[in-house]
């Protein structure tokens, strides 16, 4: 503000100066536009219940429960409706992956709170699947996560849709699969997960949507884009019935309040967020 106001003053004042020499009338002055914002894609147009039917995770040593979880819970509940959908847990082996974290150090208190999932597919499987998720947590910090990021490239280019929770944008990035794309992370991590790789990344943001690429901020964020992917792929009503169920008020697009208590500096907005669902009243 205190730097336009001088420069919109001088420009009043050679306007006026130009119209007292010509004795014409000035222009209307020219509509405000914001600097530059990112314009995303469109999400592809699909039909959910026919098109959208092999769900698959990636899972790798020390993934974020919620994560994962987060996202296969809803799914689950649209699965046991009329919808056929079969569910893939892919990792680099077929043993099973546990949350543990690799450094000792993670671990002061020598606990033994760590989860395992069982795979159900190898990333050498050559699968065809519809929607692959990517899931954050901790083991995205793993100095070598070669397997994870060759396997997202290999299967980007197949799959309609690709979703990343939390800091798996990060390995996407890794992958280079976000460069030029717009995707936002977890705002905890922020600064650390943008140093994985190239992404017009976005914050304030819940969750963003660029094409096929639908990306979310951190952790329980993956409700909200499971929810906002349900919704769109397989209606409102759908959604809303399994957020009722789950007890869950989906979060907007934009409602994101943990930018702001992690203080990061708002990026250029994108010109258009995705399309609120609009959730029924409780
Ligand atoms: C500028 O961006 C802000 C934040 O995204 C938005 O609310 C506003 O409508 C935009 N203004 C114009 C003129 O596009
Ligand atoms: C999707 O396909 C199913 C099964 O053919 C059909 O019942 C449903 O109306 C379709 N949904 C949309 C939004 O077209
Ligand atoms: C941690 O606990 C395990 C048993 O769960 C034990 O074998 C190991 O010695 C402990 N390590 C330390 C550093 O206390
Ligand atoms: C998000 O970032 C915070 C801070 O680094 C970290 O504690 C948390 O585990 C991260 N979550 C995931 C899923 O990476
Ligand atoms: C990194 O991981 C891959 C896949 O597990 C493995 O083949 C490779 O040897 C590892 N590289 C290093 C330097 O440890």
């Keep these: ?16 100066l130009a119209q007292a020499k010509s004795g014409k009338t000035s222009c209307p002055p020219p509509p405000q536009h914001n600097t530059t914002c990112f314009n995303p894609a469109p999400a592809p147009q699909l039909n959910g219940t026919t098109q959208l039917n092999n769900i698959g995770m990636v899972l790798f040593r020390a993934f974020e429960l919620i994560d994962v979880y987060g996202v296969l819970d809803p799914f689950q509940q649209l699965a046991h409706t009329n919808n056929k959908l079969n569910l893939y847990l892919i990792a680099e082996t077929l043993e099973p992956v546990t949350t543990e974290t690799v450094a000792a150090v993670m671990n002061p208190a ?3 709170f760590w989860p395992k999932l069982t795979p159900t597919h190898t990333f050498a499987d050559d699968l065809d ?3 692959l998720f990517v899931p954050g947590g901790l083991g995205t910090m793993n100095p070598n996560v070669t397997a994870v990021t060759d396997y997202l490239r290999k299967m980007y280019p197949k799959v309609k849709i690709f979703a990343t929770v939390c800091t798996g944008a990060g390995l996407a990035a890794k992958a280079g699969l976000l460069e ?3 995707a936002t992370t977890n705002k905890s991590a922020w600064q650390r997960t943008k140093a994985m790789g190239k992404a017009n990344w976005i914050s304030p943001a819940r969750y963003v949507v660029d094409g096929k ?3 979310s901020s951190g952790v329980t964020a993956a409700l909200d884009l499971t929810f906002a992917l349900i919704g769109t792929y397989w209606g409102v009503e759908a959604a809303a019935d399994i957020a009722k169920g789950l007890e869950h008020i989906p979060a907007k697009p934009l409602e994101d309040p943990f930018s702001k208590l992690y203080n990061i500096t708002p990026t250029e907005p994108l010109c258009h967020f995705a399309k609120d669902v609009k959730w029924p009243q409780l």
């Design 129 to 131: 699947l519809d929607i």
């Design 180 to 182: 030029g794309k717009v």
């Design 1 to 16: 503000m205190l730097l336009k106001l001088p420069l919109l003053g001088m420009a009043a004042a050679l306007a006026a």
């Design 213 to 215: 690429v639908w990306s």
């Design 110 to 112: 020598n606990s033994t």
